[in-house]
């Protein structure tokens, strides 16, 4: 089935960066939306929302299922968190490290994105919106850690 856009489109641009630099993980907040962080001091961690932007082609957004790299069986897209999806949107819970509201920097433990990779919101993480008390996961993924490893999520290398 070839890609195609439906109506209505959405316009989204970014509100920073992610940047590496001397083995720390940054978000880089445009000066626009630095004004934004205000009180994200406050909170331990922080959703991530950002764009795949290596995998961004109409070919890639084309495809709905994806063979996981681990023993897992051919899974639907949105069964998966794999970077070929029909919106290249990923998502990282991200443990807060530092916040400077002036230079518009949050430091973060890691994420799995890319430096450069565009950042497209910030979210503080609030238990009682974001967890679950009673999860059901797939027999493939059922010895994973139960819990976001204090050191975040980085790049597979």
Request: charge should be negative; aromatic fraction near 12%; charged fraction near 25%.
């Amino acid at each position: 089935m070839p890609y195609q856009v439906s109506s209505p489109t959405f316009k989204v641009f970014p509100i920073g960066y992610v940047r590496r630099n001397n083995g720390k993980t940054y978000i880089e907040v445009l000066q626009n939306y630095v004004p934004a962080l205000k009180e994200l001091e406050q909170f331990s961690h922080v959703q991530v929302f950002w764009w795949f932007s290596e995998f961004q082609s109409d070919d890639y957004r084309a495809i709905t299922q994806s063979e996981a790299p681990y023993d897992a069986p051919v899974l639907g897209v949105f069964a998966c968190r794999s970077p070929v999806r029909p919106n290249p949107i990923g998502l990282t819970t991200a443990k807060i490290l530092s916040v400077d509201p002036e230079k518009g920097i949050v430091e973060i433990a890691n994420i799995d994105a890319f430096d450069d990779t565009p950042v497209l919101d910030l979210k503080a993480y609030i238990p009682v919106c974001d967890r679950v008390k009673d999860v059901a996961v797939p027999t493939w993924c059922v010895d994973w850690p139960e819990w976001l490893p204090e050191e975040g999520l980085g790049l597979e290398e």
